[in-house]
């Protein structure tokens, strides 16, 4: 009867601990899925900052022939290294797709470049089937356009992928019951640079990082809950930020300040360039490292005002005192 009646409170407690893990959404977030379906990533961040840029003058026709992965570094992995590289190498397809974010579509005019040699072949393909069927001697220019030119060529890649900047954690136990958390950050940057094509000089170059956060949460107990009778139980959950996405809002990121850098310098300009002061004086701050940009936005929305340093510096130093 003792050992029937251990069984029955091991199985209710196997039975609550299930039960808790299956009620609710933080226990259902908890268990690995075994199926799901297919759906649209969310927007970052950096992603909604791009589609919120005001619309330029004029669009810009710019040219990716690649965005490579510089660093030349393989996944880590406990038991050494492997031959999987340590960051994406499809950064290129993500760069094109930033640019058409940037104003929704309104700064850019994107000019195929990477797979440029897929392209010419079908356009020879369409050439060769006109003459064969319709007799051109010469294709039709109507059916078959020139193909646009860029007067900007982006290059430059990813620059650096630092793992371990950061590591940590904490952990404590009381009579065999304890509890830990383990941090660990990564940092993945990228340069990017505009080249004009007609005079091949460097018109301006930005560098944009972003880090990449893993943490686990675990604990534990381990003791006697009668005589010759051991308890022993352990739980734990590792969160992983994507890899994928942290390059991705780098590099949105880098966009965002090519055109407010290309802004700054003169190199293209707003549609209303007095509407956009403001975001001018918050992007200054944050790429001079005076202010976070948060700070700055929040300070220029109080002030109502084109100053926004100014009004910060001022409220900081009352602050202060």
């Avoid at 356009?145 to 290059?155: H, I, N, T």
Wanted: aromatic share 6%; hydrophobic share 40%; net charge negative.
């Amino acid at each position: 009867m003792r050992v029937l009646s251990k069984l029955g409170v091991l199985a209710a407690l196997s039975l609550g601990l299930s039960g808790c893990m299956s009620v609710g959404q933080s226990g259902r977030d908890l268990l690995p899925e075994q199926t799901s379906l297919a759906y649209f990533p969310k927007k970052t961040q950096t992603q909604n900052l791009l589609q919120d840029l005001p619309g330029p003058q004029r669009q810009v026709a710019i040219a990716v022939y690649g965005f490579t992965d510089q660093t030349g570094q393989f996944r880590p992995t406990n038991t050494g290294q492997t031959l999987s590289r340590a960051v994406t190498q499809g950064a290129g397809s993500i760069l094109v797709k930033a640019l058409q974010d940037a104003g929704n579509r309104q700064w850019f005019t994107v000019v195929e470049r990477e797979r440029l040699d897929n392209l010419l072949k079908e356009r020879q393909i369409i050439g060769e089937m006109r003459r064969r069927y319709l007799g051109e001697e010469e294709v039709d220019p109507n059916a078959l356009p020139a193909l646009l030119f860029a007067g900007v060529l982006l290059e430059g890649g990813i620059v650096g992928y630092d793992t371990n900047t950061v590591t940590g954690g904490a952990g404590a136990a009381f009579l065999g019951i304890g509890a830990r958390t383990e941090y660990r950050q990564d940092t993945v940057t990228v340069y990017l640079r505009a080249v004009s094509v007609r005079t091949g000089e460097v018109l301006t170059n930005v560098q944009a990082s972003k880090t990449i956060a893993s943490q686990a949460i675990g604990a534990s107990a381990y003791r006697f809950v009668a005589f010759r009778e051991l308890l022993e139980a352990e739980w734990g959950i590792t969160s992983n930020e994507p890899d994928q996405v942290a390059l991705q809002q780098a590099i949105e990121k880098a966009v965002y300040g090519l055109v407010l850098e290309g802004v700054d310098l003169g190199l293209w300009r707003f549609a209303d360039m007095d509407q956009t002061e403001a975001l001018m004086t918050t992007y200054r701050a944050e790429r001079d490292g005076i202010y976070e940009a948060r700070d700055v936005q929040e300070a220029v929305e109080r002030a109502g005002s084109l100053t926004a340093l100014t009004v910060v510096e001022t409220e900081d130093e009352d602050e202060g005192s």
